[in-house]
């Protein structure tokens, strides 16, 4: 059973840094995707970030290219999300979700963690 723990979400001022963490379990990730998406009240969810664990490559939607970093930990089976330079339109529920590297849709997804940017 894949399960994937989100944390490190809160609320933060403009211009202000938060790192989020996704913790996966259940299997080895080792051939997986993991990507990073939020959604915002009354938006549809969108793709922010993914990291795909065999060899680091990354992809970035570009509202976050420059401002944030997606990077993972093999020992702790954790996938990190560095946010910087953090602006209002950035406040939403954060997901993380996996999928197999040659998959087109992400199987499964955490529970989301709120990250709220104030002005």
């Known amino acids: 059973q894949v399960q994937l723990v989100e944390s490190g979400g809160g609320l933060v001022q403009v211009g202000g840094s938060l790192r989020l963490s996704c913790a996966a379990s259940?299997?080895?990730?080792?051939?997986?995707?993991i990507g990073w998406f939020r959604q915002a009240p009354g938006k549809e969810r969108e793709f922010v970030a993914r990291?795909?664990?065999?060899?680091?490559?990354?992809y970035y939607a570009d509202s976050v290219k420059g401002r944030f970093t997606i990077s993972r930990d093999n020992a702790k089976n954790t996938v990190y999300l560095q946010m910087n330079s953090l602006k209002p339109e950035d406040t939403a529920v954060y997901y993380c979700?996996?999928?197999?590297?040659?998959?087109?849709?992400?199987?499964?997804w955490g529970q989301g963690t709120q990250v709220t940017v104030s002005s």
């Open positions: 979700a996996a999928k197999p590297g040659m998959g087109v849709s992400y199987n499964f």
């Open positions: 259940g299997r080895t990730f080792s051939t997986y995707v």
């Open positions: 990291i795909r664990w065999s060899d680091d490559s990354t």
